[in-house]
């Protein structure tokens, strides 16, 4: 949590004006699982970050979060772990960096879920 935060704070001294920063979370917050009390919290904590800060970004930068569930490509990993998600493919994943970076939003919460 802290060193996607630090990013933001050290980096707004270095991005462009007009700037985009993407962060990275989790669906746990919304949806959690047993023993998944850390990744629940940092996840959330990400989120708040985001719609918190947007309004007080520099020079006109931006900041958004990509939240998505299991990844189809980590569902042999974490799968069992998830019973009744719907893994999402990581093209998907891709496609809501590309809104982010590429798209006029500040402030959101990305979900990627099925």
């Not at 700037?19 to 919304?30: A, D, E, K, Q, R």
């Not at 985001?50 to 006109?60: D, I, Q, S, T, Y």
């Amino acid at each position: 949590m802290m060193g996607q935060i630090n990013l933001v704070r050290i980096g707004q001294e270095y991005i462009a004006d007009n700037g985009s920063f993407t962060l990275i979370s989790g669906i746990l917050n919304v949806k959690p699982i047993p023993y998944a009390i850390a990744d629940a919290t940092t996840s959330g904590a990400i989120d708040t970050f985001v719609k918190c800060v947007a309004n007080e970004m520099p020079r006109g930068t931006r900041i958004n979060v990509v939240n998505p569930t299991v990844l189809e490509e980590a569902w042999e990993v974490y799968g069992e772990m998830m019973p009744g998600f719907q893994p999402v493919p990581s093209k998907l994943v891709g496609k809501a960096f590309e809104r982010s970076v590429d798209g006029f939003i500040n402030g959101e919460v990305l979900f990627v879920d099925a």
